[in-house]
């Protein structure tokens, strides 16, 4: 082509001037004289020769042997291209395209490149493929893209070779066709290209219109990789970490990911970052993690800028800043990753970096719950049972549970096991709430394998197993869960599921008490209060049921009572007696109503004497059932003792004590039907009473047998 251009000139001294310049430019026969070329080059360009314009022009933009000029870059290369020089025609393009010297005009670049295409420049084509593929300078046209990259690619333009393939990767232009994408990107992968060599291994990879291959695929990422290719670097990084198509090796994935990382490959920095807080290959280092994270965060990496927001919230490898926290979870959310979307939920939630708003923590919730991530999922099910930042859906709460425990999330299944223990939302099923919290204790949820050792233990949704109820409280118990540790303590000293142990039962109680559950801490009164397994302490069985007592246990509040009225275990006082009876009666304690009641009757030091309070906590005893208060309501009534007299009342109350087992309330049962006191007179009834009265001991009531000719030996 340059001959043609040779004999095109107006005379053999253009080209001789031509010539010239091309000798002492590279040095041919001559001392290499940049000055002395570019003068030859200036009077040839000067009496219209395209090349020398064309060399002069690439000297100015180069600022090769002269200052970088480009204007008279531009003004040499377009006085070129006018004379139709294809690789000036193609340059001028380039020129326009990039805005070099000139304002950016895709049209113009457009035809200077088909001036060259259509002379057979294969770096045109290329370019004009591109044009019409991206509709630069031209409507978009992929087929036409196609058309151009086709010419180029056949003239061997090894990036056009690369163009070609991605679009029968794509089908864009082109029927998709992935083994002809192989063909074309081995064409250019096998005459050195980089980039095609890299893609190549890509392809083999991904097994796409090739059998996947992990050795060939690590093969081209290395012959692209040597050759400074920097997605190559990160690949082959990918293979040695990972152990693909070659044996896994750290020291050379670190070694690869660095050299990516330096050209700037953001996945290289990412994994970089991760070497750095796990300690692969080198020692921990958690601030070269954050750099590592900060640099590709700055290229848009989502994970990273996640990551570095978690080491800003927890002080890790840089000063902890809730702020900056907050600033890298929004920027990795806006990303799209679920993660950073629910920490940043978290932040609002906690108001950490960001005011507490919790309308905001729910709506970020969602949209990583959304994204996938399953702690939303859980968070979000919540946050629905709850109403919190959102009006409470039971519905939507179990659908997200649901979507939670399917990936796996533990919490989620014991939440789905509770609404269907509950029947909530759905139908009551004790079995299936059985397998959700059996799958949730498989994962280590404590409170779970507790909830599943009950129904084990009470045969409900599975068949009764005590052995292996003790199993799940023990695991549980382990796990930390006091209620779990509480029950295995109850099977211990009832011998269910395991021997009887009252050391264990003891053992088991004393560590539930200690972790705060109620119950283990009345137990654990108990025991110590009768010296049940322990030495008997009075002080420590006040110090458990005074614990039980400020947590709503009102057998230990009724407990604690008799300990300040007898001085036991702590100084006598009756004002505290009063009040812990007081406390325990108002909550329905029987045994603590008629303590009180007796206290208001006798005046034991707590409070002043008052019969009406007396009659009041009686009544309330008795009609809880308690076979104390219900004699007392009988005297009381029998006699109009603080309470009208009524005898139908009285025999109504003796009744029910005397029917408890209460001697003294036989014994006036008796009398009442042997002599019709309230009731008609009924001497088989009367015997029947003196009777239950006598087997208890009481003397009266044998005597009224005899007298009744009616004593039976027992």
């Known amino acids: 082509m340059t001959d043609d251009y040779f004999k095109s000139s107006s005379s053999n001294s253009l080209n001789k001037l031509f010539l010239n310049g ?19 080059y200036r009077q040839a360009a000067e009496k219209g020769h395209a090349m020398a314009q064309f060399r002069l022009a690439n000297a100015y933009r180069l600022g090769d042997g002269v200052g970088v000029d480009l204007q008279q870059s531009l003004g040499w290369l377009t006085k070129s291209a006018a004379s139709g020089l294809p690789d000036a025609c193609h340059n001028l393009g380039l020129t326009y395209h990039e805005g070099l010297g000139v304002e950016r005009d895709p049209d113009q670049a457009v035809t200077w490149w088909r001036l060259a295409a259509d002379q057979g420049h294969a770096k045109a084509r290329r370019m004009l493929g591109l044009a019409y593929f991206l509709g ?11 058309k151009w990259w086709r010419l180029s690619a056949a003239q061997g333009y090894l990036p056009a070779c690369i163009d070609l393939a991605q679009a029968y990767q794509t089908g864009k232009g082109v029927e998709k066709d992935l083994a002809q994408a192989a063909k074309w990107l081995r064409l250019a992968a096998e005459q050195g290209q980089p980039d095609a060599r890299y893609n190549l291994g890509l392809i083999y990879y991904h097994g796409l219109g090739v059998e996947k291959d992990m050795d060939q695929a690590a093969k081209w990422w290395r012959l692209a990789a040597e050759q400074g290719q920097a997605d190559a670097r990160y690949h082959l990084g990918q293979a040695y970490h990972f152990g693909l198509g070659v044996e896994k090796d750290m020291d050379q994935a670190a070694k690869w990911y660095c050299l990516a990382a330096e050209q700037g490959q953001r996945e290289a920095r990412f994994h970089l970052g991760w070497f750095c807080f796990e300690g692969q290959v080198a020692e921990r280092d958690l601030a070269q993690a954050a750099e590592y994270w900060r640099l590709a965060a700055d290229q848009g990496h989502a994970v990273a800028a996640c990551n570095l927001g978690l080491l800003y919230k ?5 000063e902890q800043d809730h702020e900056k926290a907050v600033k890298y979870f929004r920027q990795a959310a806006e990303g799209g990753d679920p993660e950073a979307r629910f920490n940043l939920s978290v932040a609002y939630d906690d108001g950490q970096g960001v005011e507490k708003v919790l309308a905001q923590a729910f709506k970020h919730c969602l949209l990583a719950a959304e994204g996938g991530y399953p702690m939303a999922m859980l968070n979000a099910g919540t946050s629905y049972s709850k109403g919190l930042g959102v009006e409470k859906d039971m519905d939507q709460a179990a659908k997200w549970w649901r979507l939670a425990a399917e990936q796996g999330q533990g919490e989620a299944r014991f939440h789905l096991g509770y609404l269907c223990f509950k029947g909530q939302v759905v139908e009551r099923d004790l079995a299936q709430a059985a397998e959700y ?24 949704g599975v068949e009764q197993d005590h052995e292996k109820a003790v199993k799940y409280f023990r695991q549980a118990a382990e796990g930390g869960d006091p209620k779990a540790r509480f029950n295995l303590s109850v099977a211990y000293y009832e011998g269910q599921g395991v021997e009887k142990d009252l050391a264990q039962a003891i053992k088991h109680c004393l560590l539930a008490a200690d972790g705060g559950h109620p119950m283990a801490m009345l137990n654990a009164g108990t025991f110590y209060s009768k010296g049940l397994g ?17 947590r709503g246990v009102v057998e230990a509040q009724a407990n604690i009572g008799p300990a300040y009225f007898q001085g036991q275990g702590v100084e006598g006082d009756a004002e505290q007696t009063v009040n812990y009876f007081r406390l325990a009666a108002d909550q329905g304690d029987r045994k603590a109503q008629v303590s009180l009641a007796q206290n208001y009757l006798l ?3 707590g409070g002043k004497q008052d019969l009406s309070e007396a009659v009041k906590y009686f009544r309330l005893a008795a009609d809880r059932g308690e076979r104390f208060g219900q004699l007392w309501m009988g005297f009381a009534h029998e006699n109009g003792f603080g309470v009208e007299k009524d005898l139908e009342l009285a025999k109504k109350y003796y009744k029910l004590a005397a029917d408890q087992g ?6 006036w049962m008796g009398s009442a039907y042997e002599n019709g006191i309230g009731v008609e007179k009924d001497l088989d009834l009367a015997k029947k009473y003196y009777e ?15 007298a009744l000719g009616n004593l039976n030996h027992h």
């Open 22 to 40: 091309e000798l002492y430019s590279l040095g041919l026969g001559v001392q290499r004289d940049t000055r002395k070329a570019l003068d030859f």
């Open 136 to 146: 630069q300078g031209v409507e978009s046209d992929p087929a036409q893209a196609v």
């Open 314 to 318: 927890n002080g890790e490898g840089v």
């Open 437 to 460: 919290w059996r799958l949730a204790a498989e994962q280590g949820h404590a409170v779970a394998a507790g909830n599943l050792g009950i129904l084990y233990r009470k045969g409900q």
């Open 534 to 550: 322990v030495e008997q302490d009075h002080e420590k069985a006040v110090k458990y049921f005074r614990q039980a007592a400020a």
């Open 603 to 605: 005046d034991m030091g």
């Open 662 to 667: 209460d001697s003294l309330a036989q014994l």
């Open 692 to 706: 239950m009265a006598a087997k208890q001991g009481v003397r009266e009531a044998e005597q009224r047998l005899r």
